[in-house]
């Protein structure tokens, strides 16, 4: 019995001895897990942080394309109404375009009418300012055949010659014109009152005169009263004083035949 007892109790001692190395070093790695499990876990946050943050601002990033996104909704259903406007648009305007193709048509022969009766007219009219006159029309007819103007800058023109010649119907003018009296040229001053008269007198007043629709001439007037008259009205022409009544001689209108 003595002799089992020895090496149990050789046995324990070099247990006991032995303990606390072992207790150091499993303790040393129980603490060395610790510290790699603590540093795995913050490292582990970190990346979970991040992942947060990143997702924070996914998440913003959302939010402001929605609100973009509404925005865009909103500003296309304006655009679709001004589409669906600028369509109707369009669509009166090609019917315009074609009604103004077919004014066009009609209207160029209109002007051309209108031109020949102006023609016509001015050739029949008391003959004042005839070279002007009959310039204009000439200048309006050639105009007719420009490719370079439009149809309604040729009926503004034409309109503006009717303009023109009624005005002369409306008011008074005198103005230096050589004419043939009695089968001599003479300077004199011419004095047009609307289309009621065309009369005219010597730059020495002794001779005064009226122009003749009937016999299409000038003739010369033997009533010394008229000459103050046709005087005062150059001078009213000319705006040299202002105007006031006087009597001048008016041929009796006749119908047209």
Do not use: C
Not at 1 to 18: E, R, V, W
Not at 138 to 144: G, K, M, S, V
Not at 226 to 234: M, R
């Amino acid at each position: 019995m003595a002799k089992l007892k020895t090496p149990l109790i050789i046995g324990f001692s070099l247990l006991i001895s032995q303990s606390p190395v072992m207790a150091e070093a499993e303790l040393k790695n129980v603490i060395d897990t610790e510290k790699r499990a603590i540093r795995e876990g913050q490292s582990s946050q970190k990346k979970i942080d991040n992942i947060v943050g990143q997702t924070d601002k996914l998440f913003e990033e959302y939010k402001q394309v929605n609100k973009q996104t509404d925005g865009l909704k909103v500003y296309n259903a304006q655009l679709e109404k001004q589409i669906e406007n600028q369509k109707t648009h369009l669509d009166r305007l090609a019917q315009s375009i074609d009604q103004a193709s077919l004014m066009g048509r009609q209207i160029s022969p209109l002007m051309h009418r209108m031109l020949d009766g102006l023609k016509t007219f001015v050739e029949l009219d008391l003959p004042f300012h005839y070279e002007e006159r009959t310039e204009r029309v000439q200048q309006l007819l050639a105009n007719q055949n420009r490719a370079d103007l439009s149809v309604a800058e040729r009926f503004r023109q034409v309109l503006e010659a009717y303009k023109i010649e009624i005005e002369y119907g409306r008011t008074m003018d005198s103005y230096k014109e050589v004419i043939l009296v009695e089968g001599q040229n003479r300077e004199v001053s011419v004095l047009r009152i609307g289309r009621l008269a065309l009369l005219f007198q010597t730059p020495d007043k002794k001779m005064v005169g009226f122009w003749n629709q009937k016999s299409q001439e000038w003739q010369l007037m033997d009533e010394s009263h008229y000459k103050a008259a046709i005087s005062q009205g150059v001078r009213m022409a000319k705006k040299q004083i202002s105007l006031d009544i006087m009597t001048i001689p008016v041929p009796v209108a006749e119908a047209v035949k």
